[in-house]
């Protein structure tokens, strides 16, 4: 049978009348099937698959979507992100999502994202954190604190500024 006849076949035929299930994979009816009425002895949270926490434990509960992240959960939680960096991917979306909040990371955040970026051998990267740094803050007194802070590790790391790298 040639190509063109077989497509033709296939148009012109039903997709149930085209390939059959076997009897064996045939859909059973609903009447034939027995369901038990009630099951004894189960309650309706059995099924439950989340965690039950005490009362107490509400409060710093981190999956809760009501809970509100400290500065210094924050902080801690982007620090240990930026230490498990394995590449600039990693790196970068790490970068976007600490500097999409509403606040300016905290200085040794900034030191374990620039000790990533050198881990992943990652230059412009690092020197792109000053520039997020300089939009983030509100003043450039804030800024030049950051840069007092940072001062030592841009020195051993070898990052510069842009406005030193274009004057």
Known sequence: MSSSALLRLAVRTTPSTLVRPPPSLRRIPASAIAVPAVVVGCSSNSFST????????????AYDPHHEESFEEFTARYEKEFEGVQDVFELQRN???AFAYDLVPSPSVIMAALRA???????????RVFEGIKEKVENKGQYDEYLKDLQ??????????KEELYP
């Not at 970026?117 to 020197?127: L, M, S």
């Not at 030592?152 to 500024?161: A, P």
């Open 50 to 61: 989340s965690i039950r926490r005490a009362a107490g434990d509400k409060d710093h509960d």
């Open 95 to 97: 970068l976007n999502n």
């Open 117 to 127: 970026a050198r881990r992943v051998n990652d230059y412009p990267t690092a020197v």
């Open 152 to 161: 030592s590790l841009r020195e051993e790391l070898g990052v510069d500024l």
